[in-house]
């Protein structure tokens, strides 16, 4: 098993920047090999698929919606997951939630097996 809890959520104003933090926790001598994500799920809409970072080579995904906009990077030996998040906009306004999973380095949540309980994001105009 492995546990995520993310923090540096909070409120800002649009134009702004939030640094988000996902710990992992557990077995965290595999989880350096995961695949990490972000997703978020504003209010009365579905969670969706923000970014990954998949530890093979480092590469990386982002939605059309944050990409330019926000940054996925990891720190294994901290075992630790970011996201950057730059001229941030009032529709990013959610919780967000890290996830991981072994082997899938897309944007489906299904395919993400370990999730944490999520940090709120609000970005006022």
Not at 17 to 22: M, N, Q, V
């Amino acid at each position: 098993q492995v546990q995520l809890v993310e923090s540096g959520g909070g409120l800002v104003q649009a134009g702004g920047s939030l640094r988000l933090s996902c710990a992992a926790s557990g077995r965290t001598s595999e989880s350096a090999s995961y695949v990490m994500g972000w997703f978020r799920q504003a209010p009365g809409k579905e969670r969706e698929f923000v970014a990954a970072h998949n530890w093979r080579g480092g590469s990386t995904t982002y939605s059309e919606s944050v990409r330019g906009r926000f940054t996925i990077s990891r720190d294994n030996a901290k075992n630790l997951v970011y996201l950057q998040m730059n001229s941030l906009k009032p529709e990013d306004t959610a919780v967000y939630y890290c996830a991981a999973n072994k082997d899938y380095a897309g944007s489906y949540a299904k395919w993400y097996d370990y999730w944490g309980q999520g940090t709120q994001v609000t970005v006022s105009s």
